[in-house]
């Protein structure tokens, strides 16, 4: 989805500069250490995506991939939708998403139950 970006506003401060504000999937081949990242206990990453959509899944991937997690990665995240424009106002999307080491797998897709009733969503709020 081209035209995603971090809203820094409604995120946790990232420690790198320069492209940090963009969501890594509107780069094709993104530079090392350019990516949005938090040293906070409980980050908080608020995403623009670039249309209204209705999810049906989330995707999850660390570009540092070797074969395991990277050291000091969020593992666990939850993914809550926001129902107004500070987010002050949210509603689980999905919840307890693991990400673990599976091999050559870096890629992790979480399906959204379907029987979850979403409107569409033009913001989302990754809670690691």
């Known amino acids: ?8 506003s409604y ?7 320069g492209e940090s504000d963009l ?8 530079p090392a250490n ?22 049906t899944a ?9 074969r395991t997690v990277p ?11 926001c129902i107004d424009y500070n987010c002050e106002k949210t509603e689980p999307l999905i919840s307890n998403c693991e990400y673990k080491s599976s091999g050559q797998i870096q890629e992790k897709i979480y399906q959204i139950p379907s029987n979850l009733k979403t409107k569409s969503i033009g913001k ?5």
């Open 34 to 55: 350019r990516a949005w990242c938090s040293d906070e206990n409980e980050p908080v990453l608020t995403v623009n995506l670039a249309n209204y959509i209705k999810p």
């Open 71 to 81: 050291h000091g990665s969020p593992r666990v995240f939850d993914v809550y939708t």
């Open 11 to 17: 995120s946790s401060s990232s420690d790198l500069s």
């Open 1 to 8: 989805m081209f035209g995603a970006s971090v809203d820094t």
């Open 124 to 128: 989302v709020q990754f809670r690691f």
């Open 58 to 66: 989330v995707s999850y991937q660390h570009f540092k991939w070797n």
């Open 23 to 30: 969501v890594l999937l509107d780069r094709p081949n993104p």
